[in-house]
């Protein structure tokens, strides 16, 4: 079995690039800056890895893609506004993002603040949009799914713990693990999900991408922060050793880089066995789980 | 008919505070300053005007109130989140907000920031939760409604057109009204449009509905201009003249106060006018449309 992930990945993203092109006001409708701001960071680069988690959790259960694709932009919405608000100069003050100037940067504090805010309200009315396609119950799990991965059980909360633990010389490997699965992996996992749901995945296939999800959700944070220590300041386009400058809580910081490389390693492998029960149509899935630990940006 | 409106109030903002007390993640819960800061703002002595609204929908197409409630929540949820963005040295940098220090000084921006952005994905969240007592599609619809009045084409939408009007001397009544109807009157119209829709409005209440709530959210904001020029800084819980310092869009401003007060009375009985169809189930309606120009706060 040969697979080509880069050809997959090329298509996929082109797929969510016109989606989201759809989807989002035009900067020709008023407010245009605003408009102008929610896209300058939509449309900065990014691998869209949620997107095509979301796509192909509802391939590995026989769906459609393109009828999950509403759920796809959405999520990428939710990690944009997150990577927004994230940079702002009360949080972790960034100014240089996938090798371009953050949005508050560019366009100010007030609007980087609101252009995040109108991205997570356009999210839940893009994944309301999958009835158009699919069941409104399956809808709705969907859409609950991908709301507590957002807040204060999911993304938010651990973005909150991580500021909290900034400094801190005490972590340990479970608190480290328990932030990053809120802050990076509970998004991963919703949107993987999210797309099964939609398409009627069964409990058992339920269960096992959920043992992926969790996985992959894992090996892609810790490989983040290996890195932000050891990556190619280039190809990451911002500078390394922001983690350290803000003495954040890592997996390097608490297990040492090669530890970490091997906890990545393993967590990859475990994700490619959960889905021991899928045919070819998890094959995506089984390719996306060696491109994680692999990847250089 | 006398309908004794002060106690109508006062049994649905109980009702309102008690669910919202169920549905917000407790203090004791990690991270429990991010609960904390939520709940900050959220308990912080609103009126509860768009839950009201939301209640008063139903009620007015013969639907059980108690079955709308996760909506009241919310919509009350979408408000306090924009009323702690808003509130950031950012945006409109205000200190004092219902006689209390506002979010940000008392939690920090971070926080601020992370507890609104928490407070609009719980909002879809609990939107979602009316499936328990209504149809999915019902529940999508309102969904929809809510998400829509949120963002770019209602209250962050407002809120940036609001900004980018400070202090410009050319300003005519439709560029206030269009500012006005998108940041405040959008989610006060959704609110009981959502709720009427949830108890399954037919489309001639639906459209009564619309106009009563463009009308009430016009003369709602009309008086909120007033009040801050002319209103009682104690019953407000802010010194008064904050539009005029930021030289805001106003009706005053571009009006004066004594067309503005009477533009605001003639939205009030347009509003009850447009009710002219419903029965008595009605009757909460025809009094917020009294009370929102009589307020004192």
Redesign the interface.
């Known amino acids: 079995m040969t697979f080509d992930l880069a050809a997959y990945l090329r298509e996929r993203r082109q797929l969510v690039d016109e989606a989201l092109d759809v989807y989002l ?1 035009p900067a020709s409708q ?2 245009p ?3 102008e701001a ?1 896209r300058y960071s939509l449309f900065c680069g990014g691998k869209r890895l949620r997107p095509i988690l979301a796509l192909a959790g509802a391939e590995a259960v026989g769906g459609e893609p393109h009828h999950v694709l509403p759920l796809a932009c959405a999520v990428e919405c939710i990690h944009t ?1 997150s990577l927004i ?1 994230d940079d ?1 100069p ?2 972790d003050d960034d100014d240089l993002r996938r090798g371009n100037p953050t949005n508050h940067v560019v366009y ?4 980087a ?2 252009a ?3 991205l ?3 999210a ?2 893009l994944i ?1 949009e999958c ?1 158009l396609f699919l ?3 399956r ?2 799990d969907a ?2 799914m991908v ?2 991965a ?4 999911g993304m ?2 651990g ?3 991580d ?2 633990c900034e400094g801190r010389d005490d972590l340990d490997e479970p608190t480290v693990a328990s932030i990053h699965a809120r802050k990076t992996g509970a998004l991963l996992l919703a949107s993987l999900l999210a797309g099964a749901r939609l398409c009627g995945a069964s409990v058992a296939q339920e269960a096992a991408l959920r043992e992926y999800g969790r996985q992959v959700g894992l090996a892609f944070q810790i490989t983040d922060d290996i890195l932000d220590l050891e990556g190619d300041a280039a190809k990451l386009g911002k500078p390394l050793g922001s983690d350290l400058k803000q003495d954040k809580a890592t997996y390097p910081k608490v297990l040492g880089v090669p530890a970490s490389r091997a906890l990545a390693r393993n967590a990859s492998e475990a994700a490619v066995a959960a889905l021991a029960g899928f045919h070819h149509q998890a094959d995506p899935l089984r390719a996306l789980a060696g491109y994680v630990v692999e990847r250089e940006s």
């Open positions: 006001p008023p407010p800056r605003l408009h929610m506004f608000h702002l009360a949080i100010g504090e007030a609007m603040i609101l995040g805010d109108a997570l309200a356009l839940f009315e309301a009835r069941p409104a119950d809808v709705l859409l609950t709301a507590r957002s807040g204060t059980r938010v909360g973005q909150v713990s500021i909290e």
